[in-house]
């Protein structure tokens, strides 16, 4: 799902969101009124008062939007299965002022999947920022952690934010690249 539109949002009920850039937690109060700018991978990006908020897919309902799905595993399922969930997930991470997932901006270096003695499993992630100044560092960072814990079985994400080997545009995907007109 992908708006560039200016929708019109009434909140339903008081809602936990992030601002933007800074990444302090707020909570807006029912009745605020505002515009969705963005909304990919489940979760929204507002602009309330002059101020943009990132609302997570679990309290779209705050906005009249049908809450993310819940993730499913078919029984038994092998790390493989996850760790094809693992990158599904990784595409639905989105700064929230470019629309263009992290995995096609080239941000993620490495996601591994060790398997815990219960069965349950905890998944690394590297990854890095388009600028080591980048204000959405904790924004991304926060918006991976919690949606790859989402996903059934996995225990704990750990998300490492690195700097080498430095980004460049070159490890965009070549849709990104022409989304962007980078190419």
């Given at each position: 799902m992908y708006s560039r539109s200016s929708e019109p949002v009434r909140f339903e009920r008081d809602c936990d969101a992030v601002l933007v850039p800074q990444g302090e937690a707020v909570s807006l109060p029912a009745g605020s009124i505002g515009y969705i700018t963005q909304a990919?991978?489940?979760?929204?990006?507002?602009?309330?008062?002059?101020?943009?908020?990132?609302?997570?897919?679990?309290?779209?309902?705050?906005?009249?939007?049908?809450?993310?799905?819940?993730?499913?595993?078919?029984?038994?399922?092998?790390?493989?299965?996850?760790?094809?969930?693992?990158?599904?997930?990784?595409?639905?991470?989105?700064?929230?002022?470019?629309?263009?997932?992290?995995?096609?901006?080239?941000?993620?270096?490495?996601?591994?999947?060790h398997t815990r003695d219960d069965g349950r499993r905890d998944v690394e992630v590297k990854m890095t920022l388009t600028a080591p100044g980048c204000g959405m560092g904790d924004i991304l960072i926060d918006d991976v952690r919690s949606k790859?814990?989402?996903?059934?079985?996995?225990?704990?994400?750990?998300?490492?934010?690195?700097f080498d080997p430095p980004w460049n545009r070159t490890m965009m995907s070549e849709a990104a690249r022409l989304e962007t007109g980078m190419l």
């Open positions: 990919l991978g489940g979760s929204y990006t507002v602009f309330v008062e002059g101020n943009l908020f990132r609302i997570a897919g679990r309290d779209a309902d705050a906005i009249g939007k049908e809450p993310a799905q819940a993730l499913e595993l078919p029984p038994g399922a092998s790390d493989d299965d996850v760790e094809q969930i693992v990158w599904k997930q990784l595409r639905t991470c989105f700064d929230p002022e470019i629309p263009i997932n992290v995995v096609d901006l080239g941000l993620v270096y490495e996601a591994v999947i790859l814990e989402l996903i059934p079985t996995v225990a704990e994400a750990d998300v490492e934010l690195v």
